[in-house]
Nanobody, 115 residues
Framework: QVQLVESGGGLVQPGGSLRLSCAAS????????MGWYRQAPGKQRELVAAILSSGNTNYADSVKGRFTISRDNAKKTVYLQMNSLKPEDTAVYYC?????????WGQGTQVTVSS
C-alpha cells in the first residue's frame, strides 16, 4: 500500500517562504513522476510543479522563478521550496506520485499566505 505523507505547510506572511516535503512509503520502485498540485477554495485542483526521475522539471507559469521542486530518489521524497509567497498561493497543496498507470495522492497540507 503506497502512502504519501506531506509536511511543511502553515501560515506565512506575504513575501515569506515555506518548504513542503512529501515522503512515499510502501513501494520499492522509483516513481516516474512526482509533483505538487494545489486547490484553492472554489477552484479546481491545478498542477504547481512536477519532476521526473531524470530530474527534468515543469512549473506552472504562476510560480516560475519563485518555487523550486526537487526530489531524493533514494528517500522517495519530493520537496517544494516556495519563496516570495503571495496571498494567491493560499491553497491546500497535494503531493502526487506516478509510475506507469498508477498514481497516488497525499492527504494535503494547508498553506496560508496572509498578513
Amino acid at each position: 500500500q503506497v502512502q504519501l505523507v506531506e509536511s511543511g505547510g502553515g501560515l506565512v506572511q506575504p513575501g515569506g517562504s515555506l518548504r513542503l516535503s512529501c515522503a512515499a512509503s510502501g513501494s520499492i520502485f522509483v516513481f516516474n513522476v512526482m509533483g505538487w498540485y494545489r486547490q484553492a477554495p472554489g477552484k479546481q485542483r491545478e498542477l504547481v510543479a512536477a519532476i521526473l526521475s531524470s530530474g527534468n522539471t515543469n512549473y506552472a507559469d504562476s510560480v516560475k522563478g519563485r518555487f523550486t521542486i526537487s526530489r531524493d530518489n533514494a528517500k522517495k521524497t519530493v520537496y517544494l521550496q516556495m519563496n516570495s509567497l503571495k496571498p494567491e498561493d493560499t491553497a491546500v497543496y497535494y503531493c502526487n506520485a506516478a509510475r506507469g498507470i498508477s498514481a497516488y495522492w497525499g492527504q494535503g497540507t494547508q498553506v496560508t499566505v496572509s498578513s
